[in-house]
């Protein structure tokens, strides 16, 4: 089994939707993290936790939120969909060395 | 603000080459950089993880080294094969250790039987 997963793995929704992507991790890691990535573009930070209690912001944090419901869960939410996150999002966990990615959600916004 | 490029974009050559990916960064006080791998429709691999402090790091055909104080990394592939074909992404990680990583843009390679 994979060590971290991502729920669901293609998405299409449509402009004003709210969407959550979902998180699970089986490393025991505290650090987790949400990135997208545009087409030609590295992966940019959304928002990253360093335990249940502690949550902030990445560099391009409008328009998502977030929650951590357990250390091994980080949800990310859309609340109201725009066709420019259109993107591929990435799940990542870390013990402090070095990141650890789940396979990626692919979202379409119409 | 950290910026980090790769070049080149996108490269294409003969099994059994051997190869250099480069990387670059503007501010030179870096935690670690991470060399990852994306293969299409899956997430990224780690492939190398370089410490500040260290000069390079290998693993199997893969050698990555550092120069911070160039703002330069490199991952050499030796003797390359169809299978290594991806997108190579390089990563820093700023002085906090916080592991907020800034990527780069990725080198596409292609590796032709």
């Known amino acids: 089994d994979a060590d971290v997963t991502q729920t669901p793995r293609n998405r299409i929704t449509k402009t004003g939707k709210r969407i959550m992507l979902e998180c699970s991790q089986t490393k025991g890691h505290d650090r987790m993290y949400w990135y997208r990535q545009d087409p030609g573009l590295g992966l940019q930070l959304i928002y990253y936790?360093?335990?249940?209690?502690?949550?902030n912001k990445g560099e391009i944090s409008d328009g998502y939120s977030v929650s951590r419901q357990a250390q091994a869960k980080f949800s990310l939410s859309l609340e109201s969909a725009i066709p420019n996150q259109t993107a591929l999002y990435f799940c990542?966990?870390?013990?402090?060395?070095?990141?650890?990615f789940g396979p990626g959600t692919r979202l379409l916004v119409l | 603000k950290q910026e980090v490029t790769q070049i080149p974009a996108a490269l294409s050559v003969p099994e059994g080459e051997n190869l250099v990916l480069n990387c670059s960064f503007t501010?030179?006080?870096?935690?670690?950089l991470q060399w990852f791998r994306q293969d299409p429709g899956k997430g990224l691999t780690s492939l190398l993880l370089?410490?500040?402090?260290?000069r390079e790091q290998t693993s199997g055909r893969l050698n990555a080294s550092l120069d911070k104080s160039s703002g330069r990394s490199t991952l050499y592939i030796a003797a390359s094969q169809p299978g290594d074909s991806a997108t190579y992404l390089c990563?820093?990680?700023?002085?906090?250790?916080?592991?907020?990583?800034?990527f780069g843009t990725g080198t596409r390679l292609l590796v032709s039987p």
């Open positions: 990542a966990t870390s013990e402090g060395l070095g990141q650890y």
């Open positions: 370089i410490q500040s402090s260290q």
């Open positions: 501010d030179s006080a870096i935690y670690n």
């Open positions: 990563a820093v990680d700023g002085d906090t250790g916080f592991q907020k990583l800034v």
């Open positions: 936790s360093f335990d249940v209690k502690d949550i």
